[in-house]
Structures are given as structure tokens and as C-alpha cells.
């Protein structure tokens, strides 16, 4: 089994609103990754959780706030959001964050902030 | 950090024709993977394969690592395989894939 599952599929939020999104794998992996990416682009790297420890984060803005309760769930807090985060967040896994391991992806969550 | 560059950026096909598609990267990589993003946005996975070659079906990849270059095969195009084409290589800094431009593939019945 490869499937990493991302819930919810799409998300609209305003401005002021707190919301969550969460990423979910059950292939024993130690690594995980979120991803954003806007419309006719390449995925950008946001985060990297390497044994439920925060090992990279791209100097992404503080209104997002990755969490990793255990080593199969990834959360990713949003707090005043600006419509320009607005993208599709991917999530993703790999056995470990050496650079070496196939990372498989989640499908998703497509976020409107209005 | 690495640069990946692909190309073409966009290719349109009769249904059953053949197709290459390269991923060029500025350094040495420890990880390189082809992916398909369908038009609901899910990346799939179509090859690890750092060097050397390997085939699934009706595709194939081929990386020369020395000569830092990497090609995908697409044999008798489906209208399936409509999508976007990412090729993403890593080295050993922390599993970060870097992501090349795209090659957007549009095969036409």
C-alpha cells in the first residue's frame, strides 16, 4: 500500500478564519513533507518532519504552522491567510528524509482564501 | 542547490504516437523521479530511478547520471495520458525534491 491520504479535498476560507489540514500514511514512513503549489507550477517545498521532528522549513510565513502528533499524521494549521496562499497543499511521505527514497503524495487539498 | 530543467514545456500528440520528454539537472543528484499529475492534481509516482533505466508498460526512463540527464518514453500516447510530466531530483539534504518546470502533455483522439 502507497496511498497517503489528505482530508479535506478542498477548503474555503476567509481571511480571519483558523483552519486545519491533515495528511494521514500507514506505510511506516519516518519522513513527511508539505508541498504547496499554485497554478501552472512546480510543487515548492513548505516542510520536512523527519522522525516527528521539524528538520526543514522553507522560511515559510508564520501563519502556517505544520504539526506532527505521531509518525503517521502530518497537520498543517492555517491562520490569517491572504488570498494569494490560495493553491493546491500536497502532502507527502518517504521511508526517511535521506534524499535517496521515493516520496509518494497524497492528492491534495485545494485551498481558496477569500 | 540543484536546477532542473525539462523539456519540451508542451507537447501535443495524436493518439498512438511516441514521445521523449528530458529532465536536465545542474548537479549531481542522489534521487531522481518521474511523476504524472492528472487534471485532479494527484502526483503519481512513474519512476525512482537516479541511473540506469527501467520500464512499466508502456513507458520507460533513462538516466545517464554522469551526463546529468534523464529521459521518459511515452509509446503509443492514450488520451490518458493527458497531464502534466514533473521530473524532481534530491541530494542528500534532507529528502528536499526540487522540481523541474514541467512538461505539459496533451494527447488528442
Known amino acids: 500500500d502507497t496511498e497517503v491520504t489528505q482530508t479535506p479535498k478542498h477548503l474555503v476560507m476567509g481571511m480571519t478564519n483558523k483552519k486545519s489540514l491533515k495528511c494521514e500514511q500507514h506505510?511506516?514512513?519516518?519522513?513527511m513533507y508539505w508541498y504547496k503549489q499554485k497554478a501552472k507550477k512546480p510543487p515548492e517545498l513548505m516542510f520536512v518532519?523527519?522522525?516527528?521532528?521539524?528538520?526543514i522549513n522553507e522560511s515559510v510565513p508564520s501563519r502556517f504552522s505544520p504539526e506532527c502528533p505521531n509518525s503517521s499524521l502530518l497537520n498543517l494549521h492555517l491562520h490569517a491567510l491572504q488570498p494569494e496562499d490560495s493553491a493546491l497543499y500536497l502532502c507527502?511521505?518517504?521511508?526517511?528524509?535521506?534524499?535517496?527514497?521515493?516520496?509518494?503524495f497524497g492528492p491534495g487539498t485545494r485551498l481558496t482564501v477569500l | 542547490g540543484i536546477q532542473v530543467e525539462q523539456s519540451p514545456p508542451d507537447l501535443i500528440l495524436q493518439e498512438g504516437a511516441n514521445s521523449t520528454l528530458r529532465c536536465n539537472f545542474s548537479?549531481?543528484?542522489?534521487?531522481l523521479q518521474w511523476f504524472h499529475q492528472n487534471p485532479w492534481g494527484q502526483l503519481i509516482n512513474l519512476f525512482y530511478i537516479p541511473s540506469g533505466t527501467k520500464q512499466n508498460g508502456r513507458l520507460s526512463a533513462t538516466t545517464v547520471a554522469t551526463e546529468r540527464y534523464s529521459l521518459l518514453y511515452i509509446s503509443s500516447s492514450q488520451t490518458t495520458d493527458s497531464g502534466v510530466y514533473f521530473c524532481?531530483?534530491?541530494?542528500?539534504?534532507?529528502?528536499?525534491?526540487?522540481f523541474g518546470q514541467g512538461t505539459e502533455l496533451s494527447v488528442k483522439p
Open positions: 548537479d549531481s543528484v542522489n534521487n
Open positions: 518532519y523527519s522522525y516527528e521532528k521539524l528538520s
Open positions: 524532481a531530483g534530491a541530494y542528500n539534504q534532507g529528502g528536499k525534491l526540487i
Open positions: 506505510m511506516g514512513h519516518r519522513a
Open positions: 507527502a511521505s518517504s521511508q526517511i528524509s535521506r534524499g535517496t527514497d521515493t516520496q509518494y
